[in-house]
């Protein structure tokens, strides 16, 4: 029901910057979305989630993992189908394959929840992956 394409990865320089976007298919359920990334061998790690990308939900709550705060943003133009991951200052650590991911059905029900929905197991519906890479 959900289609997720992911672009925008690329190869920076540390201290680069890089935005990445999601398109997704339009659906009618509430629905969180999320940007995660995987480094081979690795569980996926949770970046940044936002609820309210579903017609009939009107917030815009956002959680941002700690390895990323302050330097990544998440956002979305929802005229456009499109889900953002602003990412400034790269390190070299944050070199994986970046993910958008969706769930139907879900919101954050406070902050403590909203940090538990950076888990990967909770989304259902997962874009391909862009890669990014941040070199010394």
């Known amino acids: 029901q959900v289609h997720l394409v992911e672009s925008g990865g690329g190869s920076v320089q540390a201290g680069g910057s890089l935005t990445l976007s999601c398109v997704y298919s339009?659906?009618?359920?509430?629905?969180?979305m999320g940007w995660f990334r995987q480094v081979p061998g690795k569980e996926r790690e949770g970046i940044a989630a936002?609820?309210?990308?579903?017609?009939?939900?009107?917030?815009?709550?956002?959680v941002v993992a700690d390895s990323a705060k302050g330097r990544f943003t998440i956002s979305k133009d929802h005229a456009k189908n499109t889900l953002y991951l602003q990412m400034n200052d790269l390190k070299p650590e944050d070199t994986a394959i970046y993910y958008c991911?969706?769930?139907?059905?879900?919101?954050?029900?406070?902050?403590?929840?909203?940090?538990?929905?950076?888990?990967?197991?909770?989304?259902?519906?997962w874009g391909r992956g862009t890669q990014v890479t941040v070199s010394s």
């Open positions: 991911a969706a769930e139907l059905g879900s919101a954050f029900y406070s902050d403590a929840d909203a940090r538990r929905k950076l888990a990967a197991d909770l989304y259902s519906f």
């Open positions: 339009q659906y009618s359920y509430r629905a969180i």
């Open positions: 936002r609820e309210g990308v579903a017609a009939i939900d009107n917030d815009s709550k956002t």
